[in-house]
Every structure is written in C-alpha cells, then in structure tokens.
C-alpha cells in the first residue's frame, strides 16, 4: 500500500499516526538483534517503517533484506531509501526490482552523502547527479509503480532568502515530477519548522510533509547527532538538558518532554500535519516513552488486522485463512510456503498439491544455542522434570519452547493455571488458544481486525501425549460431541473422530460492511503437514544434550513413542468446557495405574485411521 494513502486514510479518520525508522547495522548478530526489536515494536502500532541505505551504498544488500523480511514476515509497510552516493544504475535497479517483487511501494529518493573518507560529494562514472535523477530514472523504469518521497530540510529556512527560493525551486520540481510526499530531516527548533513548512506552502508545494523528529537518548548521542547534522539546538534544550548530562536516564526522561512538547505543538496547528516519523536509531526505550509521552496508543486493526501476522508480499497480501497449527512459528510458515504463487479465496493454499516446502533450513532449526537450550529447559531425566518445563513455560516461568519463537501470549495468559494443570496432567501442551464469544474487536487481549466489530473463537490445545493416557482420554473426549480432534504417531497414521475432510474453522470476526472472516481453520492435510516440523522441533531439543546423556536419551524416546494430538471444543460458549475431559481421564489413569491390555499406539476402536496421513 502507499503510504500517501495511508496518510490520507488517516486523515479522513481524524487521527494521528506514527512511523519509525531504522538502519542496518554492520554485523550479523546485530542484524538478528534489530529484526527481533522491529518485531516487537511492531506491537507499538507503526503506520509504516523506513529503512535507510547507509552513505555509499555500504548496506544496500542490507538494506534490501530487510526491506523483503518486514514486508513478507513482520508484515508491516516499508520505504525503501535510495542514493545516489557510489550508485550506478544497475545497483539501483537490482534494489528497485526487489523491492517490486516483495510488495514494497514506497521508496525515498536522496542524493545522499559523501561516502567515508571524502568530504566532497562526487558521481560515479555513468550514476546520477541529484536526486531528481534517481525519481526520473525509478518513474522512467516502473511508472507509478512507487510512492516517492524526497527529503525536506527544515533549516534551509535559516539560508539568505534567494538561496532558500532556489532550494524551494528544486523541490517543487521534484514534486512536479510526481514525487507524492516529504520526510524532513531531523530538527529540535519548532518554529524553524513551522516557518519552513509555510514557505514551502507558499511556494505552490501541496503533497504532505511528515516531520523527522528524533527522541533524546543520552547527552553525547545528543551531541554527536546534531553535530553532525548541523542541527539548530534552541535554548531551552540546553538549559534543561546541560544540568543534567551526566546522567543519561534523566536526559532521556527530559529529552523525551521537550521532544513530546514540540510533537503537539505541530500536531496542534493549523499546519494540517497529522503524524510525526520517528528517527528510533534502533532504539526502543526512547520511541516508546515518546508515544507514551503523546498519549498515542496503538490501534489493533494497526496491530492486528488479523489474528497472525499478515505477509505483505504480492501473491501473499490477499491471504486470509492460516492453519492454527504455525500460531507460533509465523516464519516456519511462510518459509515453507513461500513458492506458492496464488491463495484462492485468501486460502492459504491447495495442501494436496506440492503445498508445504521440506521441513529443511530456517523451518525447523531452533532458534537457541545448545548453551541457551540447556539454561531454558535444564536436563530432565525423568517424566515429572521433562512436564515440569511445559508446565512452568505455560506460567511465563521458562521465557519459550521449541514450538513457540516467543513466550506465553497474552490469551494463553488467560487460561494459563488451566494448561499448567493439564500438563501436570502429562498433556504437554505446545499450542492453545481459549474460547470467545462476541469479543469486541479492540480488546487487548482477544481483539484483532477494524473497529467496531466482534471476533469469536473455540478453545482448542495441541499437545504431546503418551499412547497409554491417550488411551483413557478418548472416551471422556467422546461423551461430549461438541469436541472434535485429530491423533497422530509420528510415523504418519492418523485418527480423528471428524468425518469431514473440510476445515474447521476456529476463529472468526464479523465486523460491519463486511463479510464474516474466518482467518485460523484445522484441517488433516495441513496437520499432517506441521506433525513432521513439530515432532523434528522435539529431535532437535534432543539434540541439544550431548550424544548418549540421559537427558538426550530420554527427551529422544519421549518424542518417538509420543502421540501429537489436537482438540477444538466447537461450542465457543463453553469457555472451561476443553478442560474437563482431561481431568477425569487423568484420574481415572491415575486409579489404574496402567492401562490393561492396552494398545502401545494407543489405538482405540470404533474410530477412523487413515493411514499415513491420507483421508478416505
């Protein structure tokens, strides 16, 4: 989407909107590292973010990845930045065509700075000049394809007056060219801001102007960064901020007033300027005590226009159905989805066909260390250790799990003594999500989608079992026919008590003028799809103890005598109702001690198998 029309959006609505920036660092783990905060200050309700293309071109390969990882992963609109520093055109077209290719509509067209070790800003031989040329060459080549920006310089206000009217003339002509919007560079003063800004008007220039302003983290970042870009610093900055310099928590509590205090006074005005960029220097303290500072809370249609991170890449931004099974590895998902070319009616696919990608690469590696791993979820040797993680995962006590790339959601929060005490139990669950019925849309917790709206959902838990308690859970799941499920060995045969092949969906959302959403749905197919990853997931924790130690041996024998089970109790208004069949089966095993005669696969009759995970 261009970010012109999100603004524009905005506006109609009558709110103000936020964005962030950020830059690629220089090293691979602190690439990791500032993927992992985007993704958490997504949850601060970004409109959109920008990432920069560092002076030279040093980072355009950086900056093209991340580009392609918050657009198809995170999910969040972004703006490419292009220069002309050290940039032939092929470079520039590479970046072009794979922004086109990854969704991404919007890019900022600079001429950039002198690269490191020059003072003098200079062409390469057969690159572009002035930022004029790099929008003539992007509109030449893709048309309106792209949402251009140019950059705005709020203290050419200060410049002799023809110098300014000059300045003023080359971005007119930019905009009259077809670039659609402005991002300024950083500023502190307001009113050089406001007088820029109106001679800007003045001089025919009508497209909007999104104000760069930059939360103060510490005295000597302050510093550097004004210095650098030869920045005004009004005086009142300085009075309230000098006293204090050696004291970095007090700069940024103080910055963040004076930051906040010149943000309403443009919000305020009758410059017809709703929202403010934030220059983050991949920082998150500072941007968030800035929002909070404002009062400027996320939107949950902006959080979560559905209950999983939609991708923004071409084929994938009409996809609105996901198996549930990946709630918690939206990565794995779309790694192994990623070669799909269409989603018929926002399905996420034809699973029948090649559908889902090898459980190779990034699908089914651990996120951890074998160090992290053994610090997370210690050595167990025994079963009562081995629950005790999943137990102690579900009351936010260990950070993650395998199956989960982060911790206990802010739902699962609401049924977590429920799921400590069924993996007390020995029901290790890996995925849950509670019942809802008639949530509204921007609840804090259950909430995702446009406003105004109610989204409903069934209780559901998947989890990892033992052939012998399963055995003694089947019946009491049977005598409430509202609940369905699906069991399956890790060799692939598969049991359920549904007789549909179709999906069941799971979650839902009627909001007005639209039609009911279902986005989350179970299904055999795609379950049999995610038992391969999810039973590999236990291997590789497994794998994490050195071969032959009793940990490993017994977490390796768990997983290959283990059954992978998932339950949906279908009727929404029965939130505790999922829980009660396996507190009666537990006792019941519990009194037994064993079960007679029992079946090592758990086999119970009178229910269809469908051998190696094919349905009759």
């Known amino acids: 989407m261009k970010i012109t029309q999100k603004i524009e959006q905005a506006k109609k609505e009558k709110r103000t909107w936020w964005s962030f920036e950020y830059f690629p660092p220089r090293t691979a783990q602190g690439l990791q590292n500032l993927v992992d905060r985007i993704e958490r200050m997504r949850l601060l ?13 040093r980072t355009s390969e950086l900056t093209t990845e991340m580009v392609k990882f918050c657009q198809g992963t995170i999910g969040l609109e972004t703006c490419m930045h292009l220069t002309c520093t050290n940039m032939q055109p092929e470079k520039i077209d590479i970046a072009l065509t794979a922004a086109k290719e990854h969704g991404c509509r919007n890019v900022l067209a ?14 390469v031989e057969g690159g572009f000049v002035h930022g004029i040329d790099l929008v003539r060459h992007t509109q030449r080549h893709y048309g309106d394809y792209f949402d251009i920006a140019v950059p705005g310089f709020p203290e050419q206000v200060l410049l002799p007056p023809e110098q300014l009217q000059l300045e003023l003339k080359y971005l007119k002509e930019k905009i009259d ?15 050089i801001f406001i007088r820029w800004v109106k001679a800007v008007r003045e001089a025919g220039i ?29 005086q009142n900055f300085l009075d309230v901020l000098e006293p204090v310099k050696n004291n970095d928590e007090e700069v940024r509590k103080l910055g963040v007033k004076l930051v906040a205090d010149m943000c309403r006074t443009i919000l305020n005005s009758d410059l017809d300027i709703h929202g403010i960029h934030i220059y983050t220097m991949n920082l998150e303290k500072g941007t968030r005590m800035l929002l909070e500072e404002l009062n400027l809370v996320p ?15 071409p084929s994938r931004r009409n996809e609105t159905i996901r198996p549930i099974f990946w709630a918690n590895r939206a990565k794995s998902y779309i790694a192994r989805t990623e070669n799909w070319d269409e989603y018929p009616n926002g399905r996420f696919g034809d699973a029948r066909s090649p559908a889902y990608g090898e459980i190779d690469g990034y699908g089914v590696s651990l996120k951890h260390t074998k160090e992290e791993a053994l610090k997370l979820w210690g050595s167990p040797v025994d079963f009562d250790e081995f629950k005790a993680v999943f137990h102690d995962f579900c009351l936010g006590k260990v950070p993650s799990l395998p199956w989960s790339e982060q911790g206990p959601s802010s739902e699962m929060k609401v049924i977590a003594e429920k799921l400590a005490q069924v993996n007390d139990l020995g029901f290790l669950t890996i995925n849950s999500q ?13 909430g995702w989608g446009p406003s105004n709206g109610f989204v409903y959902q069934k209780a559901y838990l998947e989890f990892f079992v033992s052939p012998q308690l399963l055995a003694v859970l089947l019946p009491h799941i049977e005598q409430d026919v509202n609940i369905t499920y699906y069991v399956v060995n890790k060799a692939g045969d598969l049991r359920t008590n549904t007789h549909s092949e179709g999906p069941n969906a799971v979650t839902w959302g009627v909001f007005p003028g639209k039609e009911i959403v279902q986005p989350t749905i179970v299904e055999a197919i795609s379950f049999m799809a995610w038992k391969d990853e999810a039973y590999e997931l236990g291997q590789q924790w497994a794998n994490s103890y050195d ?57 119970a009759n009178g229910h269809a198998v469908i051998p190696n995970g094919h349905a009759h």
Do not use: Y
């Not at 809802?436 to 609840?443: M, T």
């Open 45 to 57: 309700g970004p409109e959109f973010i920008d990432i920069t293309w560092h002076s030279g071109g």
């Open 110 to 123: 600079l001429r950039g700075d002198p690269p490191a070790g020059k003072d003098v800003w200079e062409a």
């Open 177 to 191: 060219l077809g670039c659609s919007w402005i991002f300024t560079q950083m500023f502190f003063d307001v009113d």
């Open 206 to 234: 009508t497209v909007p102007i999104v104000p760069g302003v930059m939360p103060i983290q510490n005295w000597n970042g302050f510093q550097k960064a004004t210095r650098m870009a030869n920045t005004v610093i009004p």
């Open 299 to 313: 939107r949950i249609e902006c959080i979560k226009p559905l209950p999983w991170r939609q991708s923004l890449t």
């Open 434 to 446: 509670p019942a809802a019925n008639g949530v509204p849309s921007n609840d804090k917790v259950f």
């Open 547 to 603: 071969e032959g130690s009793a940990a490993g041996e017994f977490v390796k024998s768990f997983f290959n005598t283990s059954l992978l089970v998932n339950v949906v109790h279908n009727d929404f208004r029965q939130p505790d109702a999922i829980f009660e069949p396996f507190i009666r089966a537990a006792a019941d095993f519990a009194a037994q001690k064993q079960v007679p005669n029992g079946n090592p696969n758990g086999h």
